[in-house]
């Protein structure tokens, strides 16, 4: 199957009567889902003249109604923008018209939040319909279908293309790694549509004949109730998700006994959260790696490689994918040695959104530039270090927060932790711990650099420690370190050293 559209079509005729969507104790089957992609569609095209390449956003939580939408565009050849609910007016805005959507759909709770966009604003009940209307057949294999904004952790967000072509390399990628995925199946669609991890499995799910079991908001109380009510046999959820379904009493009692395979990624998990997850829910657990300019996961690592150094890693690229390491001059780099991680294949990206220049900067002879620095093994395994742009060079040696992170988070004091480098005059940057104690504890600086001590080499370890309540991250856990830095760095000119 080449479309998306291509593919709900082969899907209700196959079995219209079968679950599709399962959303706050309403169902749509495969059948009710293609009619209502191709009346939204033609309602489109009819009364918004959408025509192929025109963008519309949307700004909803997750709901059945969103997933409709987002196969309703594609048939009509335009392209879906999601949008971050969680983003302030201003910054809506700024995503929504950069996106310069022919309109933008919206949840009425989210109205207050679009003052300020410059586009044609409807509530998701005035989206026209044309149910009567012949089925649109706007398939393009090669078409862009999805543009979703990068996380804007190191600067201002911006619109990664993806095309049918990236969407269905993604589902034929991920089968290999969760057969789990299976016609007549149920699947937790749990993480925000408007992220890769959230958008992209749902698609999977639909295109896998599962049913994709929509949850509207991550609250854990809600989802550890639906994974056992549901009887959830696949899932797709972020290291954050895991810590606080885990740390809940019921997580102890409740029957996952349907749930065969948990995947995650998107952020670091701790040894400790990987334990007490595979404790609690006593399932296979894949990790994935991979970035929303690939359509998501491009690594996995397979339950059965979850021990030793191995547990470090990744994984190895999936089907269809290549990975390998290189350093600033793009020259591969021997084995173990840090560079920069790059990527090609099926899945990259066509481009940022009129971002042409950050384009040919990310993408060189067809390979994707992550700007995660690793390192690979023989095997190919991929051993991630961090952020290039948030290594810390510490006289002259580089340090990667995250493998400090790591550390610290084993102390049985530290709840979460962010390392960040800070100006100093002798050594340029020196390394900081930010760290969040657990409740009822009250560690000390002086434990935890003596923590660090014994499992660190000296030019790693952090030279102070401040305790902070809580550390920011963005929707998909990633920490933003441009936050915690701000404050450190502020009257330098340069924010490295």
């Known amino acids: 199957m080449r479309t998306i559209s291509e593919m709900l079509r082969w899907r209700a005729r196959r079995h219209p009567d079968l679950e599709a969507i399962w959303y706050q104790g309403e169902s749509t089957t495969y059948g009710q889902l293609n009619e209502a992609a191709s009346a939204v569609a033609a309602g489109l095209i009819r009364e918004l003249d959408v025509t192929p390449g025109d963008r519309v956003a949307f700004l909803d939580k997750n709901s059945a109604r969103s997933l409709e939408l987002i196969l309703a565009l594609d048939r009509a050849g335009a392209v879906a923008v999601p949008v971050n609910w969680r983003l302030t007016a201003a910054e809506v805005a700024t995503v929504v018209n950069d996106a310069d959507p022919v309109a933008l759909v919206l949840d009425e709770e989210f109205r207050q939040n679009a003052d300020q966009v410059n586009c044609r604003i409807l509530g998701f009940d005035e989206v026209p319909r044309d149910s009567g209307a012949a089925d649109p057949r706007r398939d393009d294999e090669d078409a862009v279908t999805w543009q979703l904004y990068t996380s804007g952790t190191t600067g201002l967000p911006k619109g990664a293309m993806l095309t049918n072509l990236n969407l269905t390399a993604l589902t034929g990628s991920i089968l290999f790694e969760a057969p789990e995925l299976h016609e007549g199946g149920r699947s937790l669609v749990a993480m925000p549509l408007y992220h890769i991890g959230g958008c992209g499995w749902a698609l999977a799910s639909i295109t896998c004949g599962s049913t994709a079991v929509v949850v509207r908001e991550f609250v854990p109380q809600d989802v550890l109730a639906i994974l056992a009510d549901q009887k959830i046999e696949v899932g797709f959820l972020v290291p954050a998700a895991l810590l606080f379904l885990t740390s809940l009493p019921e997580s102890q009692t409740a ?50 490689q979850h021990e030793g150094e191995k ?24 084995h173990g040695e840090i560079g920069e991680i790059v990527i090609r294949g099926p899945g990259i990206m066509k481009g940022y959104w009129r971002r042409d220049e950050d384009t040919r900067a990310a993408v060189r002879d067809g390979w994707f530039h992550t700007g995660d620095a690793g390192t690979m093994d023989a095997e190919g395994f991929i051993y991630i270090k961090d952020r290039i742009k948030d290594m810390i060079v510490s006289g002259g040696e580089n340090v990667y927060p995250a493998e400090i992170e790591g550390v610290l988070a084993g102390h049985p004091d530290v709840a979460d932790v962010a390392v960040i480098g800070v100006p100093d005059d002798q050594w340029g940057e020196t390394v900081k711990a930010l760290i969040v104690p657990k409740p009822d504890t009250e560690p000390t600086a002086e434990a935890i650099l ?19 309540q809580a550390i920011p991250r963005n929707p998909s856990g990633k920490i933003l370190k441009r936050e915690l830095r701000e404050p450190y760095w502020a009257g330098h000119e340069r924010r490295v050293s």
Do not use: H
């Not at 007490?276 to 690594?299: H, M, N, P, W």
């Not at 923590?451 to 401040?466: C, I, Q, T």
């Open 450 to 468: 003596d923590w660090a001590k014994e499992r660190l080499a000296g030019y790693k370890r952090p030279r102070s420690v401040d305790f902070v």
């Open 311 to 334: 547990l470090l890693s990744a994984g190895r690229a999936m089907y269809g994918m290549d990975v390998k390491v290189v350093d600033a001059e793009d020259r591969d780099v021997p």
């Open 255 to 304: 029957d996952f006994s349907s749930l065969r395979n948990v995947l995650y990624g998107a952020s670091p998990i701790s040894p400790e959260v990987l334990k007490r997850s595979i404790d609690t829910f006593k399932c296979r657990f894949t990790q994935v790696y991979g970035l929303t300019e690939t359509t998501g996961a491009v690594v996995a690592l397979q339950f059965e």
